[in-house]
Protein backbone atom coordinates (compact mmCIF):
# COMPACT_ATOMS: atom_id res chain seq x y z
CA UNK A 1 0.00 0.00 0.00
CA UNK A 2 1.13 3.59 -0.78
CA UNK A 3 0.89 6.25 1.87
CA UNK A 4 -0.16 9.72 -0.31
CA UNK A 5 1.18 12.84 1.43
CA UNK A 6 1.78 15.48 -0.65
CA UNK A 7 3.22 18.19 1.59
CA UNK A 8 6.62 16.66 2.02
CA UNK A 9 9.16 14.56 -0.09
CA UNK A 10 7.98 10.55 1.44
CA UNK A 11 10.52 7.73 0.50
CA UNK A 12 8.61 5.37 -1.14
CA UNK A 13 6.40 2.82 1.48
CA UNK A 14 5.61 -0.88 0.28
CA UNK A 15 3.29 -3.32 1.52
CA UNK A 16 4.28 -3.65 5.53
CA UNK A 17 7.42 -1.71 5.25
CA UNK A 18 8.02 0.43 8.60
CA UNK A 19 8.65 4.33 7.33
CA UNK A 20 11.43 5.81 8.40
CA UNK A 21 13.51 2.77 9.56
CA UNK A 22 16.88 4.22 9.22
CA UNK A 23 16.08 5.32 13.21
CA UNK A 24 16.21 1.90 14.34
CA UNK A 25 19.61 1.43 13.50
CA UNK A 26 20.86 1.02 17.08
CA UNK A 27 18.29 -1.97 17.94
CA UNK A 28 18.96 -4.03 14.93
CA UNK A 29 22.55 -4.15 15.61
CA UNK A 30 21.41 -5.05 19.10
CA UNK A 31 19.31 -7.53 17.08
CA UNK A 32 22.49 -8.52 15.07
CA UNK A 33 25.11 -8.82 17.91
CA UNK A 34 22.38 -11.21 19.77
CA UNK A 35 22.03 -13.76 16.71
CA UNK A 36 25.51 -13.45 15.67
CA UNK A 37 26.66 -14.09 19.81
CA UNK A 38 23.40 -14.97 22.15
CA UNK A 39 25.11 -12.47 24.56
CA UNK A 40 22.11 -9.52 24.54
CA UNK A 41 18.90 -8.88 26.20
CA UNK A 42 16.56 -6.29 24.08
CA UNK A 43 13.82 -5.01 25.90
CA UNK A 44 10.79 -3.58 23.73
CA UNK A 45 8.00 -1.60 25.64
CA UNK A 46 4.91 -0.99 23.83
CA UNK A 47 2.56 1.86 25.50
CA UNK A 48 -0.90 2.14 24.14
CA UNK A 49 -4.66 1.73 25.40
CA UNK A 50 -7.35 -0.68 25.44
CA UNK A 51 -6.10 -2.03 22.29
CA UNK A 52 -2.82 -2.65 24.13
CA UNK A 53 -4.32 -3.99 27.79
CA UNK A 54 -5.79 -7.46 26.86
CA UNK A 55 -1.89 -8.33 25.39
CA UNK A 56 -3.82 -9.62 22.33
CA UNK A 57 -2.05 -7.55 19.73
CA UNK A 58 1.26 -7.83 21.59
CA UNK A 59 1.31 -11.46 22.63
CA UNK A 60 1.42 -12.09 19.03
CA UNK A 61 4.17 -9.65 18.17
CA UNK A 62 6.19 -11.20 21.42
CA UNK A 63 5.64 -14.93 20.53
CA UNK A 64 7.23 -14.07 16.57
CA UNK A 65 9.73 -11.54 17.46
CA UNK A 66 11.47 -14.18 20.12
CA UNK A 67 11.08 -17.40 17.90
CA UNK A 68 13.55 -15.12 15.96
CA UNK A 69 16.09 -13.36 18.67
CA UNK A 70 15.27 -15.59 21.61
CA UNK A 71 12.44 -16.04 24.81
CA UNK A 72 14.43 -13.52 27.47
CA UNK A 73 11.13 -12.93 29.57
CA UNK A 74 7.85 -12.62 29.63
CA UNK A 75 8.60 -8.60 30.95
CA UNK A 76 6.24 -6.35 32.33
CA UNK A 77 3.11 -7.45 34.29
CA UNK A 78 0.40 -6.31 36.43
CA UNK A 79 -2.06 -7.72 38.88
CA UNK A 80 -5.31 -6.85 36.44
CA UNK A 81 -7.93 -8.95 38.20
CA UNK A 82 -6.45 -7.40 41.78
CA UNK A 83 -7.57 -3.85 40.02
CA UNK A 84 -11.01 -5.57 38.73
CA UNK A 85 -10.43 -5.26 35.22
CA UNK A 86 -9.08 -6.98 31.90
CA UNK A 87 -5.08 -8.40 31.14
CA UNK A 88 -2.97 -10.22 29.60
CA UNK A 89 -4.05 -14.60 30.10
CA UNK A 90 -0.19 -15.46 30.34
CA UNK A 91 -0.30 -14.92 34.22
CA UNK A 92 -2.87 -14.87 37.08
CA UNK A 93 -2.90 -13.07 40.34
CA UNK A 94 -4.98 -13.93 43.44
CA UNK A 95 -4.94 -12.66 46.76
CA UNK A 96 -6.87 -13.38 50.08
CA UNK A 97 -7.56 -9.21 50.71
CA UNK A 98 -8.83 -6.56 48.37
CA UNK A 99 -6.75 -3.59 47.16
CA UNK A 100 -8.00 0.00 45.64
CA UNK A 101 -6.94 0.90 42.53
CA UNK A 102 -6.55 4.13 40.31
CA UNK A 103 -5.82 4.70 36.61
CA UNK A 104 -4.62 7.59 34.95
CA UNK A 105 -7.60 8.08 32.68
CA UNK A 106 -9.06 10.03 35.81
CA UNK A 107 -8.95 13.00 37.40
CA UNK A 108 -5.16 13.84 38.97
CA UNK A 109 -5.30 12.37 41.92
CA UNK A 110 -2.38 11.86 44.63
CA UNK A 111 -2.26 8.59 44.09
CA UNK A 112 0.81 6.19 42.79
CA UNK A 113 -0.10 6.18 39.15
CA UNK A 114 2.88 4.55 37.47
CA UNK A 115 4.71 2.61 34.94
CA UNK A 116 1.59 0.57 34.27
CA UNK A 117 -0.91 3.44 34.09
CA UNK A 118 -3.11 1.91 37.01
CA UNK A 119 -1.90 2.16 40.60
CA UNK A 120 -2.62 -0.32 42.95
CA UNK A 121 -2.35 -0.31 46.89
CA UNK A 122 -3.17 -1.21 50.57
CA UNK A 123 -2.97 0.66 53.58
CA UNK A 124 -2.92 -2.31 55.70
CA UNK A 125 -0.42 -5.93 55.47
CA UNK A 126 -2.10 -9.24 56.10
CA UNK A 127 -2.04 -9.79 52.24
CA UNK A 128 -0.81 -12.80 50.30
CA UNK A 129 -0.57 -12.35 46.77
CA UNK A 130 -0.49 -15.11 44.53
CA UNK A 131 1.51 -14.89 41.34
CA UNK A 132 1.19 -17.70 38.94
CA UNK A 133 2.61 -18.10 34.94
CA UNK A 134 -0.04 -19.73 33.40
CA UNK A 135 2.14 -19.84 29.96
CA UNK A 136 4.93 -21.71 31.36
CA UNK A 137 7.75 -20.46 28.02
CA UNK A 138 7.68 -17.73 30.72
CA UNK A 139 8.72 -19.37 34.19
CA UNK A 140 10.96 -17.10 35.09
CA UNK A 141 14.50 -16.65 36.81
CA UNK A 142 14.67 -12.69 38.00
CA UNK A 143 11.23 -11.38 39.26
CA UNK A 144 11.64 -7.18 39.82
CA UNK A 145 9.20 -5.18 42.27
CA UNK A 146 8.18 -1.38 40.97
CA UNK A 147 7.36 0.74 43.69
CA UNK A 148 6.74 4.66 44.15
CA UNK A 149 10.40 5.48 45.11
CA UNK A 150 11.38 2.43 44.59
CA UNK A 151 10.58 2.01 48.08
CA UNK A 152 10.87 -1.60 50.04
CA UNK A 153 7.12 -2.63 50.61
CA UNK A 154 6.82 -6.44 49.83
CA UNK A 155 8.86 -9.67 50.49
CA UNK A 156 8.57 -12.80 48.26
CA UNK A 157 8.59 -16.28 48.86
CA UNK A 158 8.12 -19.43 47.20
CA UNK A 159 6.83 -22.03 49.67
CA UNK A 160 5.85 -22.06 53.25
CA UNK A 161 7.17 -23.62 56.42
CA UNK A 162 4.95 -26.01 59.02
CA UNK A 163 5.71 -24.75 62.57
CA UNK A 164 4.65 -27.85 65.13
CA UNK A 165 3.51 -27.12 68.80
CA UNK A 166 2.59 -29.96 71.54
CA UNK A 167 -0.46 -28.98 73.50
CA UNK A 168 -3.20 -30.95 75.16
CA UNK A 169 -7.08 -31.57 74.83
CA UNK A 170 -9.86 -32.73 76.56
CA UNK A 171 -10.61 -36.49 76.32
CA UNK A 172 -13.54 -37.40 74.34
CA UNK A 173 -15.81 -40.66 74.82
CA UNK A 174 -19.49 -41.69 73.54
CA UNK A 175 -22.42 -42.91 75.84
CA UNK A 176 -25.39 -44.40 74.15
CA UNK A 177 -28.42 -42.60 75.93
CA UNK A 178 -30.36 -45.86 78.00
CA UNK A 179 -33.50 -45.46 78.71
CA UNK A 180 -35.01 -43.31 81.66
CA UNK A 181 -31.49 -41.54 81.55
CA UNK A 182 -31.39 -37.67 82.58
CA UNK A 183 -28.59 -35.55 81.23
CA UNK A 184 -27.90 -34.89 84.98
CA UNK A 185 -27.07 -38.73 85.49
CA UNK A 186 -24.92 -38.99 82.74
CA UNK A 187 -22.68 -35.44 83.98
CA UNK A 188 -22.17 -37.38 87.24
CA UNK A 189 -21.69 -40.38 85.93
CA UNK A 190 -18.47 -38.99 84.41
CA UNK A 191 -18.12 -36.47 86.93
CA UNK A 192 -18.37 -33.47 84.46
CA UNK A 193 -20.92 -30.77 84.16
CA UNK A 194 -24.33 -30.72 82.33
CA UNK A 195 -23.12 -27.19 80.20
CA UNK A 196 -20.35 -28.89 78.91
CA UNK A 197 -22.38 -32.37 77.53
CA UNK A 198 -25.09 -29.36 76.11
CA UNK A 199 -21.93 -27.44 74.67
CA UNK A 200 -20.33 -30.48 72.80
CA UNK A 201 -23.50 -31.66 71.55
CA UNK A 202 -25.00 -28.48 70.38
CA UNK A 203 -27.87 -29.13 72.84
CA UNK A 204 -30.37 -26.06 73.54
CA UNK A 205 -32.07 -27.99 76.95
CA UNK A 206 -31.82 -30.78 78.81
CA UNK A 207 -34.09 -33.13 76.75
CA UNK A 208 -32.36 -36.05 75.54
CA UNK A 209 -33.88 -39.49 74.25
CA UNK A 210 -32.59 -42.64 74.83
CA UNK A 211 -30.76 -44.39 71.52
CA UNK A 212 -29.02 -40.82 71.05
CA UNK A 213 -25.46 -40.98 71.09
CA UNK A 214 -23.45 -38.12 73.40
CA UNK A 215 -20.02 -36.75 73.11
CA UNK A 216 -18.54 -36.85 76.43
CA UNK A 217 -15.57 -34.29 77.06
CA UNK A 218 -14.34 -36.05 80.14
CA UNK A 219 -11.60 -34.55 82.78
CA UNK A 220 -8.93 -36.98 81.06
CA UNK A 221 -6.40 -35.00 78.79
CA UNK A 222 -4.85 -36.35 75.82
CA UNK A 223 -1.67 -34.70 73.94
CA UNK A 224 -2.69 -32.83 70.76
CA UNK A 225 -0.37 -31.19 67.71
CA UNK A 226 -1.28 -28.06 66.39
CA UNK A 227 -0.25 -27.37 63.14
CA UNK A 228 0.22 -24.30 61.31
CA UNK A 229 2.44 -23.24 58.31
CA UNK A 230 4.00 -19.43 57.51
CA UNK A 231 5.90 -17.85 54.34
CA UNK A 232 9.85 -18.70 54.34
CA UNK A 233 10.75 -14.93 53.07
CA UNK A 234 13.66 -14.83 49.95
CA UNK A 235 16.75 -12.76 49.70
CA UNK A 236 15.43 -9.56 48.24
CA UNK A 237 18.69 -7.62 46.38
CA UNK A 238 18.13 -3.94 45.48
CA UNK A 239 19.27 -1.41 42.94
CA UNK A 240 18.27 1.76 41.59
CA UNK A 241 14.93 1.07 39.99
CA UNK A 242 13.58 -2.11 41.27
CA UNK A 243 13.82 -4.45 44.53
CA UNK A 244 14.84 -8.00 42.72
CA UNK A 245 15.12 -11.71 43.29
CA UNK A 246 16.72 -14.26 41.52
CA UNK A 247 16.57 -18.03 41.58
CA UNK A 248 18.45 -20.37 39.93
CA UNK A 249 15.64 -22.87 39.11
CA UNK A 250 13.22 -21.24 36.90
CA UNK A 251 9.57 -20.38 38.68
CA UNK A 252 5.83 -20.25 37.56
CA UNK A 253 4.79 -19.12 41.19
CA UNK A 254 5.72 -16.84 44.00
CA UNK A 255 3.67 -14.36 46.47
CA UNK A 256 4.25 -11.28 47.25
CA UNK A 257 4.04 -10.39 50.94
CA UNK A 258 3.89 -7.55 53.19
CA UNK A 259 7.43 -5.73 53.97
CA UNK A 260 7.49 -5.69 58.47
CA UNK A 261 9.14 -2.48 57.87
CA UNK A 262 6.35 -1.07 55.37
CA UNK A 263 3.65 0.89 56.77
CA UNK A 264 1.36 1.01 53.26
CA UNK A 265 2.09 -1.00 50.41
CA UNK A 266 1.96 0.67 46.71
CA UNK A 267 2.61 -1.92 43.61
CA UNK A 268 3.26 -0.39 40.00
CA UNK A 269 4.54 -3.71 38.41
CA UNK A 270 6.30 -6.17 37.90
CA UNK A 271 9.23 -7.85 35.75
CA UNK A 272 9.75 -11.38 34.69
CA UNK A 273 12.71 -12.55 33.45
CA UNK A 274 14.54 -15.28 32.03
CA UNK A 275 18.02 -16.36 32.73
CA UNK A 276 18.48 -16.71 28.87
CA UNK A 277 19.80 -13.80 26.40
CA UNK A 278 16.52 -13.12 23.96
CA UNK A 279 14.06 -10.50 23.58
CA UNK A 280 11.32 -8.91 25.79
CA UNK A 281 8.44 -7.22 25.24
CA UNK A 282 6.74 -5.52 27.45
CA UNK A 283 3.66 -4.08 27.14
CA UNK A 284 1.40 -1.65 28.98
CA UNK A 285 -2.14 -0.49 28.52
CA UNK A 286 -4.93 1.40 29.74
CA UNK A 287 -8.37 1.23 28.47
CA UNK A 288 -9.82 4.50 27.47
CA UNK A 289 -5.85 5.92 27.38
CA UNK A 290 -4.74 9.32 25.56
CA UNK A 291 -1.27 10.45 25.59
CA UNK A 292 -2.59 13.52 28.05
CA UNK A 293 -3.20 10.55 30.82
CA UNK A 294 0.25 9.44 30.48
CA UNK A 295 1.40 12.66 30.53
CA UNK A 296 0.09 14.03 33.55
CA UNK A 297 2.12 11.46 36.31
CA UNK A 298 6.02 12.19 35.99
CA UNK A 299 6.48 8.53 38.06
CA UNK A 300 5.22 6.91 34.66
CA UNK A 301 8.09 8.78 32.75
CA UNK A 302 10.85 8.04 36.17
CA UNK A 303 9.81 4.31 36.31
CA UNK A 304 10.07 3.59 32.53
CA UNK A 305 13.91 3.59 33.14
CA UNK A 306 13.36 0.29 35.18
CA UNK A 307 12.56 -1.54 32.18
CA UNK A 308 15.81 -0.23 30.00
CA UNK A 309 14.46 -0.41 26.77
CA UNK A 310 16.34 -0.16 24.12
CA UNK A 311 12.91 0.26 21.34
CA UNK A 312 9.45 2.03 22.25
CA UNK A 313 6.48 1.52 19.91
CA UNK A 314 3.39 3.74 20.77
CA UNK A 315 -0.36 3.05 20.03
CA UNK A 316 -2.66 5.90 21.21
CA UNK A 317 -5.19 8.06 19.23
CA UNK A 318 -8.54 6.22 19.46
CA UNK A 319 -9.61 7.78 22.91
CA UNK A 320 -8.39 11.63 21.48
CA UNK A 321 -10.38 11.16 18.41
CA UNK A 322 -13.75 10.14 20.86
CA UNK A 323 -13.09 13.68 22.39
CA UNK A 324 -12.99 15.16 18.84
CA UNK A 325 -9.53 16.51 19.47
CA UNK A 326 -8.10 17.83 16.83
CA UNK A 327 -4.88 16.73 15.01
CA UNK A 328 -2.90 19.89 15.95
CA UNK A 329 -3.67 18.64 19.98
CA UNK A 330 -3.15 15.11 18.69
CA UNK A 331 0.42 15.94 18.18
CA UNK A 332 1.03 18.45 21.02
CA UNK A 333 0.16 15.71 23.24
CA UNK A 334 2.54 13.10 21.00
CA UNK A 335 5.23 15.74 21.44
CA UNK A 336 4.85 15.90 25.07
CA UNK A 337 5.45 12.96 25.79
CA UNK A 338 8.19 12.01 23.62
CA UNK A 339 9.92 15.03 25.49
CA UNK A 340 8.91 13.59 28.88
CA UNK A 341 10.47 10.42 28.13
CA UNK A 342 13.65 11.87 26.83
CA UNK A 343 13.73 14.06 29.74
CA UNK A 344 14.49 10.62 31.99
CA UNK A 345 17.83 10.28 29.21
CA UNK A 346 16.25 7.71 27.30
CA UNK A 347 17.31 8.34 24.09
CA UNK A 348 16.25 4.95 22.25
CA UNK A 349 14.18 4.62 18.80
CA UNK A 350 10.47 5.14 18.58
CA UNK A 351 8.34 3.39 16.17
CA UNK A 352 4.77 5.58 16.60
CA UNK A 353 1.87 3.10 14.88
CA UNK A 354 -1.07 4.87 13.66
CA UNK A 355 -4.26 3.95 15.14
CA UNK A 356 -6.32 1.36 13.52
CA UNK A 357 -9.72 2.07 11.71
CA UNK A 358 -12.52 2.23 13.25
CA UNK A 359 -16.41 4.21 13.37
CA UNK A 360 -16.97 7.32 15.33
CA UNK A 361 -20.81 7.06 16.40
CA UNK A 362 -21.10 4.91 13.37
CA UNK A 363 -19.75 7.44 11.46
CA UNK A 364 -16.34 7.05 9.77
CA UNK A 365 -13.61 8.28 11.96
CA UNK A 366 -11.84 11.01 10.96
CA UNK A 367 -9.50 12.24 13.43
CA UNK A 368 -8.50 8.71 12.85
CA UNK A 369 -7.39 9.44 9.26
CA UNK A 370 -5.97 12.72 10.08
CA UNK A 371 -3.69 11.99 13.03
CA UNK A 372 -2.45 8.97 10.57
CA UNK A 373 -1.55 11.19 7.86
CA UNK A 374 0.04 13.61 10.20
CA UNK A 375 2.59 11.23 12.08
CA UNK A 376 4.00 10.38 8.93
CA UNK A 377 4.32 13.93 7.49
CA UNK A 378 6.29 14.96 10.77
CA UNK A 379 7.85 11.27 11.34
CA UNK A 380 11.64 12.17 9.44
CA UNK A 381 11.57 15.97 11.54
CA UNK A 382 10.59 14.75 14.83
CA UNK A 383 13.25 11.71 14.16
CA UNK A 384 10.66 8.29 14.96
CA UNK A 385 9.82 5.25 12.37
CA UNK A 386 6.12 4.79 11.56
CA UNK A 387 4.47 1.66 11.12
CA UNK A 388 0.95 2.32 9.46
CA UNK A 389 -1.57 0.09 11.04
CA UNK A 390 -4.59 2.61 9.59
CA UNK A 391 -3.20 1.54 6.03
CA UNK A 392 -2.60 -1.87 6.63
CA UNK A 393 -6.21 -2.37 7.65
CA UNK A 394 -7.68 -0.44 4.58
CA UNK A 395 -7.71 2.96 6.03
CA UNK A 396 -11.95 3.76 6.26
CA UNK A 397 -12.71 2.19 3.01
CA UNK A 398 -11.58 -1.35 4.26
CA UNK A 399 -13.69 -1.26 7.68
CA UNK A 400 -16.36 -2.96 6.39
CA UNK A 401 -14.22 -5.75 5.09
CA UNK A 402 -12.66 -6.21 8.37
CA UNK A 403 -16.24 -6.65 9.57
CA UNK A 404 -16.83 -9.56 7.27
CA UNK A 405 -13.75 -11.01 7.84
CA UNK A 406 -14.53 -11.02 11.59
CA UNK A 407 -11.84 -8.92 12.49
CA UNK A 408 -13.32 -5.89 14.08
CA UNK A 409 -15.90 -5.96 16.58
CA UNK A 410 -19.48 -5.30 17.26
CA UNK A 411 -18.51 -1.88 18.42
CA UNK A 412 -16.79 -0.99 15.75
CA UNK A 413 -13.59 0.30 17.23
CA UNK A 414 -11.78 -2.69 19.14
CA UNK A 415 -11.01 -5.71 17.30
CA UNK A 416 -11.63 -9.18 17.35
CA UNK A 417 -8.72 -11.68 18.86
CA UNK A 418 -8.68 -12.86 15.41
CA UNK A 419 -7.99 -8.69 14.26
CA UNK A 420 -5.59 -7.96 17.19
CA UNK A 421 -3.43 -11.39 16.23
CA UNK A 422 -3.26 -9.87 12.68
CA UNK A 423 -2.19 -6.97 13.85
CA UNK A 424 0.28 -8.10 16.14
CA UNK A 425 1.63 -10.72 12.84
CA UNK A 426 2.12 -7.96 10.67
CA UNK A 427 3.63 -5.41 12.52
CA UNK A 428 6.42 -8.29 13.62
CA UNK A 429 6.37 -8.73 10.00
CA UNK A 430 7.04 -5.64 9.17
CA UNK A 431 10.02 -5.04 12.32
CA UNK A 432 11.69 -8.05 11.03
CA UNK A 433 11.43 -7.09 7.46
CA UNK A 434 13.06 -3.86 8.21
CA UNK A 435 15.59 -5.64 9.90
CA UNK A 436 16.04 -7.68 7.11
CA UNK A 437 16.99 -4.64 4.92
CA UNK A 438 19.50 -3.26 7.56
CA UNK A 439 21.94 -6.54 7.47
CA UNK A 440 21.51 -6.53 3.56
CA UNK A 441 23.21 -2.80 4.05
CA UNK A 442 25.60 -3.64 7.07
Same mark, same amino acid.
Given at each position: ??????S?????????????????????????????????????????????Q?? @?????? $????????G?????????????K??????????????????????????????????? *?? $????????Q??V?????????????????????????????????????????????????????????????????????????????? $????????????????????????????????? !??????? +??????????????? @???????K?????????????????? +???? !????????????????????G?????????? #???????? #????????????????????????????????????S??? @????????????? *????????????? *????? @?????????????? #??????????????????????
Amino acid at each position: MIHKVDSVVMEPISDGQIYNAQVLESVFKKFKENENNGNQKINIVHIGDSHIQGD @LMTNEV $RKKLQQQFGNGGRGLVFPYQLAKTNGSYNERFYSNRGWESYRNIYPVKNDPIGICGIG *LW $RDTGGFAVQLQVKDLAYKFNTIRIITPQNQNMFDLATSSQTNIIQSSERKVISHKIKKGEAISTIADKYNVSVTDIKKANGLKSNNIRAG $RTLKIPTNEMKPKTIKSSEFVPLDIQADAFSHH !YYSEKAL +DRIYLLPNKEASKFE @LNGIVLEKDAPGLIYSSIGVNGAKYS +DYNK !YPLFFEQLNALHPDLLVFSLGTNESYDHLEV #EGYIKHLR #EFISNIKAQNINVPIIVMTPPPSLLRRKPNTYIRDYSKEI @LEIAQKEGFAVWD *LYDEFGGMDGIRK *LKTQG @LIGPDWVHYSKKGY #EKQGNLFAQALLKAYDNFKLKN
